[in-house]
Nanobody, 127 residues
Framework: QVQLVESGGGLVQAGGSLRLSCAAS????????MGWFRQAPGKERESVAA????????YYADSVKGRFTISRIYAKNTVYLQMNSLKPEDTAVYYC????????????????????WGQGTQVTVSS
């Protein structure tokens, strides 16, 4: 089993920044994908960013490209989502997730391919 714990959410004004953290513990994998998703009220959960285990392959949704950055610190088993120039439409519950194994035929991996999920952290951007 893998446990994922997100933190760093909160209330911020439009144009501000937040950095989300996702600390992983438990079982380890030699290859995996880390992903960040978000879900706004009344909407489906959507992929925001993803990174391969080496960090060499990344994905960003068009809506966040140039504003969000996914990164990780291997020694801390932690992945981050740096969010800059936040907009009210970024308001959502943000989730981190892990997909074990090598990258499949889909990139980024769809939601259903992820094996483990965190509990989510609320991000609210005021106008």
């Amino acid at each position: 089993q893998v446990q994922l714990v997100e933190s760093g959410g909160g209330l911020v004004q439009a144009g501000g920044s937040l950095r989300l953290s996702c600390a992983a513990s438990g079982r380890t994998f030699s290859t995996y994908t880390m992903g960040w998703f978000r879900q706004a009220p009344g909407k489906e959960r959507e992929s925001v960013a993803a990174a391969s285990w080496s960090g060499g392959i990344t994905y960003y949704a068009d809506s966040v490209k140039g504003r969000f950055t996914i990164s990780r610190i291997y020694a801390k088993n932690t992945v981050y989502l740096q969010m800059n120039s936040l907009k009210p439409e970024d308001t959502a519950v943000y989730y981190c997730a892990v997909r074990s194994g090598v990258i499949g035929s889909n990139w980024p991996p769809p939601l259903y391919e992820y094996d483990y999920w965190g509990q989510g952290t609320q991000v609210t951007v005021s106008s």
